[in-house]
């Protein structure tokens, strides 16, 4: 699998046709909010799970991506909620199951030891979980970092990739071919439209544009 770099507009804009994760055409755009937590915040894990949940929440950036897919792929985030809540479902039973035994196999243990009992047993059901949540993100189409600008996704399809690249080629060319058109011979702005060719236009010269 690869990833690709784009642009958070470019992301939340319309992107090649091309499914994001098998690279067949696509046939639907899902709208997905991505969410990512940077690795340093790891290390509060092994402190507690619940401080890692707190610090990673508020470490946490997001975008929005207008995903291609095919028909085949198009639940390929609504699976991942699905089997991360499936699998929270089974912990809590497990974790509940354990407890009924700790309560009737250690009834003397009295109201601290059942308080230690039910503390640990959440703290484990909790981190579990976690390394699931983890495990399952790290298996599909996830945000490998969000700056303010730009969003890396990883585990997409090569062909995806560079259909992106393509689209970006093909914009600047289109952009070059235009910003020519509407510079005359002598390097000076179109005088019917001065603003939107300087908002066009912020890092060349008219000369250089010309030169391309
Ligand atoms: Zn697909």
Redesign the pocket.
């Given at each position: 699998m690869a990833q690709v770099r784009l642009h958070l507009h470019e992301a939340n804009g319309p992107l090649p046709a091309v499914?994001m994760?098998?690279g067949?055409t696509s046939t639907v755009v899902i709208a997905e909010k991505l969410v990512w937590w940077p690795r340093w915040t790891y290390v509060f894990f092994f402190v507690h799970p619940f401080l890692w949940a707190n610090v990673a929440w508020c470490a946490s950036r997001s975008a929005w991506v207008q995903a291609p897919?095919?028909s085949?792929?198009q639940r390929h985030w609504q699976n991942r909620s699905l089997s991360i809540w499936s699998a929270g479902t089974v912990l809590v039973g497990i974790l509940s199951g354990i407890a009924f035994i700790a309560v009737a196999k250690f009834f003397e243990l009295g109201d601290e030891g059942m308080a230690i009992v039910i503390y640990l047993g959440g703290v484990s059901l909790l981190a579990i979980w976690i390394m699931v949540i983890v495990f399952i993100h790290h298996m599909t189409i996830r945000p490998s970092v969000i700056t303010d600008t730009e969003i890396v996704i990883q585990g997409v399809a090569e062909s995806f990739v560079q259909a992106v690249q393509e689209a970006d080629r093909e914009r600047l060319e289109t952009r070059s071919a235009r910003d020519n058109a509407q510079v005359t011979p002598e390097g000076h702005a179109a005088a019917n439209d001065p603003g939107h060719l300087q908002a066009r236009m912020p890092e060349k010269s008219p000369t250089d544009a010309i030169e391309e």
């Amino acid at each position: 699998m690869a990833q690709v770099r784009l642009h958070l507009h470019e992301a939340n804009g319309p992107l090649p046709a091309v499914c994001m994760f098998c690279g067949e055409t696509s046939t639907v755009v899902i709208a997905e909010k991505l969410v990512w937590w940077p690795r340093w915040t790891y290390v509060f894990f092994f402190v507690h799970p619940f401080l890692w949940a707190n610090v990673a929440w508020c470490a946490s950036r997001s975008a929005w991506v207008q995903a291609p897919f095919c028909s085949r792929h198009q639940r390929h985030w609504q699976n991942r909620s699905l089997s991360i809540w499936s699998a929270g479902t089974v912990l809590v039973g497990i974790l509940s199951g354990i407890a009924f035994i700790a309560v009737a196999k250690f009834f003397e243990l009295g109201d601290e030891g059942m308080a230690i009992v039910i503390y640990l047993g959440g703290v484990s059901l909790l981190a579990i979980w976690i390394m699931v949540i983890v495990f399952i993100h790290h298996m599909t189409i996830r945000p490998s970092v969000i700056t303010d600008t730009e969003i890396v996704i990883q585990g997409v399809a090569e062909s995806f990739v560079q259909a992106v690249q393509e689209a970006d080629r093909e914009r600047l060319e289109t952009r070059s071919a235009r910003d020519n058109a509407q510079v005359t011979p002598e390097g000076h702005a179109a005088a019917n439209d001065p603003g939107h060719l300087q908002a066009r236009m912020p890092e060349k010269s008219p000369t250089d544009a010309i030169e391309e």
